[in-house]
Structures are given as C-alpha cells and as structure tokens.
Nanobody, 119 residues
Framework: QVQLRESGPGLVKVSQTLSLTCTHF??????????FTWIRQPPGKGLEWMGV???????YYDPSLESRASISRDTSENQFTLQLRSATPEDTAVYFC???????????WGRGIQVTVSS
C-alpha cells in the first residue's frame, strides 16, 4: 500500500527557501507511470496544485509558482522534495504530497504538514 509522509520545518522566515520532503513508503519513486505531486491549502482557502515530478523525472509547475518552485527526487532515499524560494506570508499553508498513476490522478495523499512563513 502506498504511503506518503511529509517532513520539514514548520516555520520559515520571510525571504528564505521553504523546503519539504515527501518519503514514499510501500513503493518507489521510479515506479513506471507514477507521478508525485505537491498540493497546498492556505488557511481559509481551497486546495492549490503546485507541481509534479513524474517517474521519469519530468517536472511541471503551476504557472504562478514556476519562477520560485523546484521539485526534485532522491531515488536512493525514495523521496521527492519541494523547494519554494523567496517565501512570503502568503505561502503559509498546509502542504500535502500525493501520488498516483498520472499527473492528473493522485489518490494517495500524505497527512499534510503545516508551514508558517513569518518574519
């Protein structure tokens, strides 16, 4: 059974880089056709799709975040990471990682991690 777990600092200072890791249990980030996605939910708002990395290493980002976001993977640790540069208070959110059989289908979610960006 696919399990995902987010980890990283819960508090980030303004202008620093927000960095989160998702560890994939019960499977591999190299599983053919799988894609691994980052989603966030700011307080009082809906879910925001941020970006995805596919099993073969291709990345796609929401246009509003493309200049600041990077998604990468560590195949030896079976992890994928999100880096969001120049963090602002508007990046405060619960961040989720998710996985599924395509960029558009990700039924397996982590529990989420609260990240607060503050000066």
């Amino acid at each position: 059974q696919v399990q995902l777990r987010e980890s990283g600092p819960g508090l980030v200072k303004v202008s620093q880089t927000l960095s989160l890791t998702c560890t994939h249990f019960g499977g591999s980030v190299l599983t053919p056709h799988y894609a691994f996605t980052w989603i966030r939910q700011p307080p009082g708002k809906g879910l925001e799709w941020m970006g995805v990395i596919t099993y073969d290493g291709n990345t796609y980002y929401d246009p509003s975040l493309e200049s600041r976001a990077s998604i990468s993977r560590d195949t030896s640790e079976n992890q994928f990471t999100l880096q969001l540069r120049s963090a602002t208070p508007e990046d405060t959110a619960v961040y989720f990682c998710a996985a599924g059989l395509s960029r558009y289908y990700y039924p397996n979610w982590g529990r989420g991690i609260q990240v607060t960006v503050s000066s």
